[in-house]
């Protein structure tokens, strides 16, 4: 009984990982002992059913913990919208320094640069074609229900990838918000029929994306374990520098300058806190 208490709990925590940017819930799944058995878990059927408790009492943490989680960031952003992005983004900053470890120097080959540029270059491109114009609440919904899909899929990725916030991903293609909102509609009742059409087809994407990605970073850590955290680096330092260069663009005043950055530092320093917490 105390060890499902305290597996709730552990999913509770990651759960509140997985909804704010920049806090990896794969990171804290690795660092209560549990991200292999559920990786080995949701990659396997044979795997899956033997432990099907612990997949339970776990998820059951992780959902408690994004309904609670979503309704204060949906107060947050609507109250203090700059000051919550850039709180929310100073949290991802850390991130990136475990990551680089993972990295050695005899890993940093032609090859391998050659690859991580040209996955820059393809973000690069992807935030010029601004794909987070797509969450306009007036466009097709077949549109949106494929873009929820993709949304679904990313985040499933998050969740399997150490070191990649799944919050981050949907903040840089603009869907952060809206699947927020919907969350939190569901616990107060609000809206939703909107909130249902959101989430049916993020989670289509979660449930597909979790047993792809599971199997190939299975693969990918086994047979190019460097390369793959090299470019986990890329990305998580991309998303950071768009995410600020998106933010200060909504900036007006030298004083919410001045308080954006501060509340950087806050997110930075609430990492570092946060890390100590749950080694």
Not at 6 to 25: N, R, T
């Amino acid at each position: 009984m105390i060890n499902n208490i305290k597996l709730f709990i552990q999913g509770f925590i990651v759960g509140l990982g997985k909804i704010m940017p920049g806090v990896s819930g794969s990171v804290m799944a690795i660092s209560f002992g549990i991200y292999e058995k559920l990786i080995a878990s949701l990659s396997s059927i044979k795997i899956f059913k033997q432990n099907i408790k612990f997949i339970f009492i776990l998820f059951g943490g992780i959902g408690l913990a994004i309904l609670i989680g979503s309704n204060a960031i949906k107060y947050l952003l609507a109250n203090y919208y700059i000051k919550t992005l850039m709180f929310m983004i100073g949290m991802m900053i850390p991130g990136i320094i475990p990551l680089i470890k993972n990295v050695k120097n005899k890993d940093i080959n032609f090859k391998n640069i050659l690859l991580c540029l040209s996955f820059f270059i393809g973000l690069f491109l992807l935030e010029i074609l601004n794909f987070h114009s797509s969450s306009t609440l007036d466009e097709p919904y077949f549109h949106t229900f494929l873009s929820l899909i993709l949304c679904g899929l990313l985040d499933a990725a998050s969740t399997v990838i150490p070191g990649i916030s799944g919050s981050a991903l949907l903040m840089l293609v603009g869907y952060y918000e809206r699947i927020i909102t919907a969350l939190a509609n569901l616990l107060t009742f609000t809206d939703l029929l909107n909130s249902i059409l959101t989430l049916i087809p993020f989670f289509i994407g979660i449930a597909i994306g979790i047993v792809l990605t599971s199997k190939l970073i299975t693969y990918l850590f086994k047979h190019h374990r460097a390369l793959t955290y090299m470019l986990i680096i890329v990305f998580s330092s991309f998303s950071i520098f768009a995410l600020l260069s998106n933010t200060f663009s909504l900036i007006t005043t030298v004083g919410e300058t001045i308080s954006g950055i501060l509340f950087l530092c806050l997110g930075v320093i609430s990492t570092k806190v946060l890390e100590k917490f749950i080694k």
